[in-house]
């Protein structure tokens, strides 16, 4: 890059620098004689011809900055800056550049994989691939540091030229600390924290990465401390960030920050702040080890053992903020929990999925609690008491069955989010919800022990209520404007209430509710409603017509319910980017639809699943935008030619059609296209593009059950050839590996096959490995008998599988479409590709290596699965032609040694 500029240089560690005696000083001179031409200072400076600065095109980058002075001070030798220089400033804290007020702030990603392996074999092998050897040991080592270079850089270097057992142990310890010189490196962060910031780090890193921002505030904050500030700080000099709200934090962070709590103490677990450890928690527990210095605890009891707790197990632990326990399926392991002694009053967030007792701890004082969570729980009841909980702000006991009664709501006047899914027996107490008025979240799926609801109008902090399942619910009088998520699924309500003022309303979901007859005109009102569910809304007969108002809707659902005619209102619906109509019969028109399909140009999926539909409209290639078109169960004997111009178009879901007789040309960017039971498809105008090219990882075409279709296979070898050789050359691959198959009954199996067999067994011939090797063409002929099957290939090299893949699988999200008694009729054929970065992947192979393809067949069962053999199968191997294109892999054929392994060339 710096061969574009007249000028470039490289300030090295601007922080470690500038704390030096007249260190920034002397950076400034260094630059300054620089800039002036000055060739007796060699400080890196590369210079065509001596000029001044604002002249010139230069590039320089300031590494590591921690503070806006340094950069002021550094800019302040340039005077005049040209337009066409270029200055890039790495520094650890966003706000420095925020303060500067740079052009753009790029936030660095870790190494992709390939990426990643190639600079470790340049520490650890000098710049050779893995021997065989090391090859797994190296991918543990790449996938333990998530791509960080200086990571790779560090354990390339101290694993340089030891043995496979020096390996083995060094990264055994490196699964429970890091190695000295990277988090020495990593630690220069944290070091700069102050101690609050510290605190909070250090809590993210043992106990809550990974949990909402909101509710980690709310359980940190304290009568003296806001943690706001201090999580908004981390996230500018990154050392954690966010997603969707959600805090997020390297792993080789998060273990720099666990090295420093075990630093606090190595052999005296009692001294440790935070907990995380299993062995050391059991150890703890078991002998009554606890102290006031422990501050979290984190125990995952699938792997420990058995643990029997002493009731005073917990006394010491005074200063307990934070515990989470995992036994959810587990089995109950922890034994004696509701017999302790300890109050738990400084606890202020308890997580334990599949607790066990039927009680708390007799003397559990929840004051300071801020969150619970006791899902799928065995508690007949929470606590007792009936003091004033002002800290509580987060209650989740759902699908606890067997709770009979919940404290008094009305006592929990900070109480957010509530959620209290299937609880059985709610029913006497729930009038203190009128009282929340800061609730946020409320979710009551599948209470069906009340009938009527009342949310009273002081609730104006509500924006989400579940009620979904709540089968006896017949009414709920209203809802607070602040509403934006409002989920009515499985209800008995007949006439849905008035929610006309409900103008921060999103998603409105009314599923399955049977009764209900219709909706009541001012749902026009709902300007912000993006989503709208009314699918087994049967008694439904129509939708108000001033719904062509809801512009901003983005799905529609309306499965399987009945109308007169299509609903004109769809017209006006131009936002639409799903609309599913299945099962919907249109009693005065058999075709669909009856206007332009223009107005849906914006729409991503149509479903018309079972709509009776006998003919498309021709000009359906207009909808650009569409990708899942869904047209399973009707009565269309072909598609229009302008289906082709679906040319973003990724699904194609034609089962069932059993009127089908001919497929015109298809678009060229289609995926999968599934036509099972199209008993009388005869014909396509050609195989999808998809299952011959090389736009996506994965290509599916499916007839099972198409007896009368007759496809001309002849030429498919010459283009799945011709696309692997360009899939090989291609300069940015997007994926490792990238599959296609084709199923169609009986039929030939094409001549081009190069090796076949009757068994389910294929040996390579000799001389099948060299650097052109991309892949393989399969075919299989199989028995099914149900979509309930897995049909698949192992490659065996050298006496062990080292690749297996599905060629069709069972568990495709789209057989969902399929009646469960659906069979499948006959012999069946399988065809399918798998390009492969063969050496990439598989870096031991070597010209001497022995190989073949064996194939099996796993049926879905009560008792598991069943493996069968198949009754035919080939393979044809997949070679890169254009040598001159060849990418960096090569086989070393003039290495004299016996074992000829494979070089990377720099």
């Known amino acids: 890059m710096s061969k574009q500029f007249e000028a470039s240089y490289f300030i090295l560690n601007v922080r470690k620098e500038s704390e030096k005696s007249k260190g920034l000083n002397d950076l400034c001179q260094k630059l300054s004689s620089a800039i002036l031409g000055d060739e007796h200072l060699n400080h890196g400076f590369t210079f065509r011809r001596k000029s001044f600065f604002n002249r010139k095109k230069v590039f320089i980058v300031f590494d590591d900055v921690t503070k806006l002075e340094q950069i002021k001070c550094l800019m302040r030798v340039f005077g005049n800056f040209n337009s066409d220089s270029r200055i890039i400033i790495t520094t650890r804290d966003k706000h420095v550049l925020r303060n500067y007020e740079v052009d753009h702030i790029h936030e660095m990603i870790g190494l992709s994989s390939h990426n990643a392996l190639q600079l470790f074999a340049l520490h650890a092998f000098k710049g050779n691939p893995p021997t065989e050897d090391y090859n797994e040991l190296s991918s543990i080592v790449v996938a333990y540091t998530k791509g960080v270079p200086l990571a790779l850089k560090v354990l390339g270097s101290f694993l340089f030229k030891r043995t496979k057992r020096e ?128 501050r979290s605890i984190c125990l995952d009891m699938f792997e420990v053992e058995e643990l029997h707790l002493n009731p005073k197990a917990f006394n ?40 066990s007792d039927k009680s708390l701890p007799p003397n559990f004082n929840p004051k300071n609690l801020v969150a619970l969570s006791l899902r799928n729980s065995e508690l007949k009841q929470l606590w007792t008491s009936n003091q004033k909980l002002v800290n509580l702000k987060h209650i989740d006991v759902g699908h606890s069955k067997r709770l009979c009664s919940i404290p008094d709501l009305s006592l929990m006047s900070n109480l957010e989010s509530l959620k209290l899914e299937y609880y059985i027996n709610l029913l006497e107490s729930f009038s203190s919800i009128r009282n929340l008025h800061k609730l946020v979240i409320l979710n009551l799926q599948g209470c069906k022990s009340f009938d009527n609801l009342q949310i009273s109008s002081n609730c ?143 729409t991503i999926r149509l479903n018309l699943v079972d709509c009776c539909i006998e003919v498309l409209p021709s000009n359906i290639g207009q909808l650009l935008s569409l990708k899942y078109l869904i047209l399973g169960q009707n009565n269309l004997e072909t598609l229009p030619e302008s289906i082709k111009d679906l040319s973003n178009l990724k699904f194609l879901y034609l089962s069932n059609c059993q009127r089908l007789k001919y497929l015109p040309e298809l678009p060229s960017r289609l995926e999968t296209m599934m036509a099972m039971n199209c008993v009388y498809l005869e014909s396509i105008s050609s195989l999808p593009a998809s299952f011959l090219g090389i736009s996506t990882c994965n290509a599916d075409v499916w007839f099972h059950n198409c007896f009368k279709l007759k496809l001309d296979m002849t030429d498919a070898l010459v283009n799945i050839e011709r696309n692997a050789d360009v899939w090989h050359h291609h300069e940015d691959i997007i994926w490792a590996e990238q599959v296609g198959n084709i199923v169609y009954p009986r039929g030939g199996i094409p001549k081009w096959f190069d090796l076949k067999s009757n068994e389910s067994f294929i040996k390579f011939s000799e001389g099948w490995v060299n650097d052109n090797l991309t892949g393989f063409v399969l075919y299989v002929v199989v028995s099914l008998q149900d979509y309930q099957q897995n049909v698949g290939f192992n490659l065996i090299v050298n006496g062990e599988m080292i690749f297996s893949s599905y060629l069709v699988h069972s568990f495709h999200f789209w057989l969902k479409f399929l009646e469960e008694e659906d069979i499948i009729e006959s012999d069946h054929v399988l065809i399918g590709y798998q390009y492969l970065q063969m050496f990439e992947q598989f870096p031991t192979l070597n010209l001497d290596s022995q190989g073949g393809v064996e194939f099996f067949v796993e049926h879905a069962t009560k008792n598991g699965e069943v493996q069968s053999q198949v009754k035919k199968c080939g393979v044809t191997l997949l070679y890169a032609k254009n040598d001159d294109l060849r990418r960096d892999v090569k086989v070393d054929k003039n290495d004299e040694r016996s074992h000829k392994r494979l070089k990377l060339e720099g």
């Open 167 to 294: 390996w083995e142990s060094a990264l055994k310890n490196l699964r429970t600390s890091l190695h000295v010189d990277v988090h020495k490196v990593l630690k220069i962060s944290y070091d700069r924290l102050n101690d609050k910031e510290k605190v909070v780090f250090l809590d993210i890193a043992c106990f809550f990465k990974g949990y909402k921002r909101d509710l980690i505030e709310a359980i940190l904050n304290a009568r003296d401390f806001d943690s706001h500030i201090s999580i908004h700080l981390l996230i500018e000099r990154c050392p954690i960030t966010t997603s969707f709200d959600t805090i997020i934090m390297h792993d080789l962070l998060e273990k720099m920050g666990k090295e420093i709590v075990r630093q606090e103490s190595i052999d005296d677990l009692d001294k440790h702040g935070r907990l995380w450890d299993p062995d050391a928690i059991f150890l703890v527990l078991k002998y009554n080890m606890g102290t006031r210095t422990i």
């Open 316 to 355: 010491n632990m005074q200063n307990l903020r934070f515990l989470k326990i995992y036994e959810f399926e587990h089995g109950k392991k922890v034994h004696g929990f509701e017999k302790l002694e300890s109050d738990f009053s400084e606890l202020r967030y308890f997580r334990w999925h599949g607790y």
């Open 460 to 602: 104006q902090s509500l924006r989400v209520v579940n009620l979904s399942n709540c089968s006896n619910l017949k009414e709920v009088s209203y809802f607070p404007n602040t509403v934006e998520e409002l989920y009515l699924d499985g209800t008995t309500i007949k006439e849905f209430p008035s929610i006309g003022h409900l103008f921060r309303l999103v998603t409105l979901s009314l599923r399955k509710c049977s009764r209900l007859e219709r909706l009541l005109d001012s749902i026009h009102k709902l300007k912000c409603l993006k989503s709208f569910y009314l699918s087994g809304c049967s008694k439904l007969d129509g939708l108000p017509n001033d719904m062509r108002n809801l512009q901003t809707l983005r799905e529609l659902e309306l499965d399987e319910i009945s109308f007169a005619e299509i609903p004109t209102f769809m017209t006006s619906l131009i936002n639409l980017w799903a609309l599913s109509l299945t099962r919907c019969k249109m009693q005065k028109q058999s075709n669909f639809p009856l206007f332009d399909l223009s107005v849906f140009e914006r």
